[in-house]
T-cell receptor
């Protein structure tokens, strides 16, 4: 089986712009979740989608949003980028049970 | 409020010896626990997991122990190999909460850097 695929791998954006990141889950996995990793805060949960519905949400501002399509592929969007949004963004897909999340390689976002 | 804690930022062991990585949690709703290995600029790789109905789970060189009363879990790697050198994260997820499910949300510890010396 192919693993979780995230695109793009690297991205440089300017403060104030918006960005969209993409994630293709493992075939058959209906749950897709997103995480932000920064040196100071570690791995922080952003949100989770299951069957096109947001099922869980972390403590991030409304500038961070996501969606899931009928084929389980997911996108996350960050609007009005701030310097502090520079991070490694990770997508994970999970089977229904057990809750073992399998991660993609991540997208390294740099905001300048 | 950090609900999952890895109090040792780093651990150094000799090749062939045992590596023991520790993790503590505070949320009693957590009932599934996982360990991941991570290299810089890559996504975490799933290693092993344990449900709260068990106290031990083995997979090859990796064993996870869970002490529910102490809210503590540990990962044992025996024997340790230089290729095991990486950052190790423990993570926890919970069951049904307020009619929904939080299994899709993992709460991670801050990680422990393991270095295995040849």
């Amino acid at each position: 089986k192919a693993g979780v695929t995230q695109t793009p791998r690297y991205l440089i954006k300017t403060r104030g712009q918006q960005v969209t990141l993409s994630c293709s889950p493992i075939s058959g996995h209906r749950s897709v979740s997103w995480y932000q990793q920064t040196p100071g805060q570690g791995l922080q949960f952003l949100f989770e989608y299951f069957s096109e519905t947001q099922r869980n949400k972390g403590n991030f501002p409304g500038r961070f949003s996501g969606r899931q399509f009928s084929n389980s592929r997911s996108e996350m969007n960050v609007s009005t980028l701030e310097l502090g949004d520079s991070a490694l963004y990770l997508c994970a897909s999970s089977p229904s049970l057990p809750p073992q999340a399998f991660f993609g390689q991540g997208t390294r976002l740099t905001v300048v | 409020d950090q609900q999952v804690k890895q109090n040792s930022p780093s651990l150094s062991v000799q090749e062939g010896r045992i590596s023991i990585l520790n993790c503590d949690y505070t949320n009693s709703m957590f009932d599934y626990f996982l360990w991941y290995k991570k290299y810089p600029a890559e996504g975490p790789t799933f290693l092993i997991s344990i449900s709260s109905i068990k106290d031990k789970n083995e997979d090859g060189r990796f064993t996870v122990f869970l002490n529910k009363s102490a809210k503590h879990l540990s990962l044992h790697i025996v024997p340790s190999q230089p290729g095991d050198s990486a950052v190790y994260f423990c993570a926890a997820s919970g069951g049904d909460v307020a009619g929904g499910t939080s299994y899709g949300k993992l709460t991670f510890g801050q990680g422990t850097i393991l270095t295995v010396h040849p």
